[in-house]
């Protein structure tokens, strides 16, 4: 079989499955005592609702295309310096006293680590 005859009979097998589902869903609600007239309404409102889920998904799709920045062939971001492990707590630390009791501090050149930077290089 050709490639043209292979797709029309697929989406011919498609469309009879398609069928078959609406026909099944068509006898499930009206054995459950619904009227066709109030089927069809639930489906035309079902329609209309994929449609425009769809429209919003299409256009916040776009927004983030536009919004994310333009995509280079050459990575401009270099890694960040390498930092000490002591920088981290004491930032944390610093953010827990006031700013009085920091100022005072820097001022005074004392600090409450009990260690320096030189003690983690010793080996």
Request: hydrophobic content about 40%; charged content about 30%; cysteine-free.
């Amino acid at each position: 079989m050709r490639r043209m005859e292979l797709t029309r009979m697929m989406k011919r097998i498609l469309m009879m499955w398609m069928k078959k589902k609406v026909v099944m869903r068509m006898k499930k609600q009206t054995r459950m005592g619904k009227s066709k007239m109030a089927m069809q309404r639930n489906d035309l409102q079902r329609r209309r609702r994929m449609k425009w889920i769809q429209r919003d998904r299409r256009q916040k799709t776009a927004l983030q295309l536009e919004s994310s920045p333009p995509i280079s062939p050459v990575p401009s971001i270099s890694p960040p310096p390498f930092q000490p492990v002591l920088a981290l707590p004491v930032s944390l630390w610093l953010h827990t006293i006031s700013d009085e009791e920091r100022l005072e501090m820097l001022s005074n050149g004392k600090t409450a680590v009990p260690f320096s930077l030189k003690d983690l290089t010793r080996p």
